[in-house]
């Protein structure tokens, strides 16, 4: 079984950046695909960004492109959201999940292909 905390959120200005950290134990994470993703109040979950196990290809929502990067770090078994130009609409509980397929080339945008999800934490983008 694999758990993952997520960790990092905040309240920040507009402008501004914060690091998401999703720490992965239990299994290796390296054999995973991993996605980042985010719920504002009233509002469905949606894709932000996806990394894949087969090449480390990234993916990105059209309204996070050129601000926010994803990134893994095998030897820490941890992957990170860096969100830099953050904007009010970035306001929304973000949660790392994991896909157990082998062979990912394009990580998912589809929430119901993720088989283990963090608790999810809270990013607050307000002056």
């Known amino acids: 079984q694999l758990q993952l905390v997520e960790s990092g959120g905040g309240l920040v200005q507009p402008g501004g950046s914060l690091r998401l950290s999703c720490a992965a134990s239990g299994r290796t994470f390296i054999t995973y695909a991993v996605g980042w993703f985010r719920q504002a109040p009233g509002k469905e979950r949606e894709f932000v960004a996806g990394?894949?196990?087969?090449?480390?290809?990234?993916d990105y929502a059209d309204s996070v492109k050129g601000r926010f990067t994803i990134s893994r770090d095998n030897a820490k078994n941890t992957v990170y959201l860096q969100m830099n130009s953050l904007k009010p609409e970035d306001t929304a509980v973000y949660y790392c999940?994991?896909?157990?397929?082998?062979?990912?080339?394009?990580?998912?945008?589809?929430?119901?292909?993720?088989?283990?999800w963090g608790q999810g934490t809270q990013v607050t983008v307000s002056s």
């Open positions: 990394i894949s196990n087969i090449g480390g290809r990234t």
């Open positions: 999940a994991a896909d157990r397929r082998w062979g990912i080339v394009v990580a998912s945008t589809r929430p119901s292909e993720y088989d283990y």
